[in-house]
């Protein structure tokens, strides 16, 4: 699937919000140990776009290196990943999730299946609930703001 729709998104806690102007490629949910870790999950999707479509409308992310090839972007202040950025591809993969509209677009592809996590293709069937939707929230809404917080 390709998005060519201008889409937004940002972490947690608002210091980070971007913009995105381009086709998104992809979506794809990986799996590898190194996702795993860097998101605290067990997958995350994610989708490609030219680097240079991104612009961020709010704040700068704070980076690690997380191999020989790689860097990962995330926000200093509540710690949600958001950017993978190969070294030399010109594209960048976005942490879908952190997109405002994330239902939006569902994976098509999966990568790292030798890490997967071995219940993952069985969660469909655990019990489920909604959201428990405890007290005040201080995360950034999905949506742009003027200011924040
Ligand atoms: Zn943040
Ligand atoms: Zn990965």
Redesign the pocket.
């Known amino acids: 699937m390709i998005r060519f729709e201008p889409m937004s998104g940002g972490c947690q806690c608002g210091a980070l919000r971007y913009h995105i102007e381009a086709a998104l490629e992809g979506p794809e949910l990986?799996?590898?140990?190194?996702?795993?870790k860097?998101h605290g999950a067990p997958a995350?999707a994610?989708g490609t776009i030219p680097a240079a479509a991104l612009v961020w409308s709010r704040g700068l992310p704070a980076e690690f290196r997380s191999s020989d090839h790689a860097v990962r972007e995330f926000c200093a202040r509540c710690g949600t990943p958001l950017i993978?950025r190969p070294d030399g591809q010109g594209t960048i993969d976005i942490a879908l999730a952190t997109l405002d509209q994330p239902q939006d677009i569902a994976p098509e592809e999966q990568?790292?299946i030798d890490t997967r996590m071995p219940w993952f293709p069985g969660a469909h069937l655990l019990p489920a609930k909604p959201s428990p939707g405890r007290g005040r929230t201080f995360q950034h809404p999905d949506h742009d703001t003027p200011t924040w917080p």
């Open positions: 990986c799996h590898c140990r190194m996702c795993q860097a995350v994610w993978f990568y790292g």
